[in-house]
């Protein structure tokens, strides 16, 4: 999200700078870093990703800038309590508390249900669209070789 705003209100095909995978003795990919590059007119962009399978992974997006950074924690699943903090120099605060009640695959119920009585054909923004559907499909192809 982050970079379609900086990279002028459109989602852009990263450049993969680094790809590391371990497969397992099954042949399947168990773990798996990336480290991808997003260019554009005024902006560059770095993001390190990683999922496994096998790791404990934490579950926190961490956004870092030139003036500190952003945790947002359990960013694909909140919990009934999740919280974003600010980190800065003069110290960490809370942004948002989120009380959410409501499951991932509610809100998808709900939006996609939206959508139908609506008669749209795709999803708005910040859902994902078809064309974003098929960037990330690309972008998870050129991942997994």
Same mark, same amino acid.
């Given at each position: 999200?982050?970079?379609?705003?900086?990279?002028?209100?459109?989602?852009?095909?990263?450049?993969?700078?680094?790809?590391?995978?371990?497969?397992?003795?099954?042949?399947?990919?168990?773990?798996?870093?990336?480290? =991808?590059?997003?260019?554009?007119? %005024?902006? $560059? @962009?770095?993001? +390190?990703?990683? #999922?496994?399978?096998?790791?404990? /992974?934490? &579950?926190?997006?961490?956004?870092?800038?030139?003036?500190?950074?952003?945790?947002?924690?359990?960013?694909?699943?909140?919990?009934?309590?999740?919280?974003?903090?600010?980190?800065?120099?003069?110290?960490?605060?809370? =942004?948002?508390?989120?009380?959410? %009640?409501? $499951? @991932?695959?509610? +809100?998808?119920? #709900?939006?996609?249900?939206?959508? /139908?009585? &609506?008669?749209?054909?795709?999803?708005?923004?910040?859902?994902?669209?078809?064309?974003?559907?098929?960037?990330?499909?690309?972008?998870?192809?050129?991942?997994?070789?």
């Amino acid at each position: 999200m982050i970079a379609y705003y900086l990279c002028n209100n459109k989602f852009i095909e990263p450049k993969f700078r680094s790809i590391k995978n371990n497969i397992g003795v099954t042949g399947v990919v168990e773990s798996s870093k990336a480290d =991808l590059f997003f260019k554009s007119r %005024n902006n $560059n @962009i770095v993001a +390190n990703i990683e #999922t496994s399978i096998i790791k404990k /992974l934490n &579950n926190i997006i961490e956004i870092k800038g030139t003036k500190g950074s952003i945790l947002v924690e359990h960013p694909w699943f909140p919990q009934s309590n999740s919280k974003i903090y600010i980190k800065t120099k003069e110290g960490t605060k809370i =942004l948002k508390n989120s009380k959410n %009640n409501i $499951n @991932i695959y509610s +809100n998808q119920i #709900t939006y996609a249900s939206t959508c /139908l009585l &609506n008669n749209l054909k795709e999803a708005l923004f910040p859902a994902t669209n078809i064309d974003d559907i098929l960037l990330n499909a690309k972008c998870l192809d050129k991942w997994s070789k």
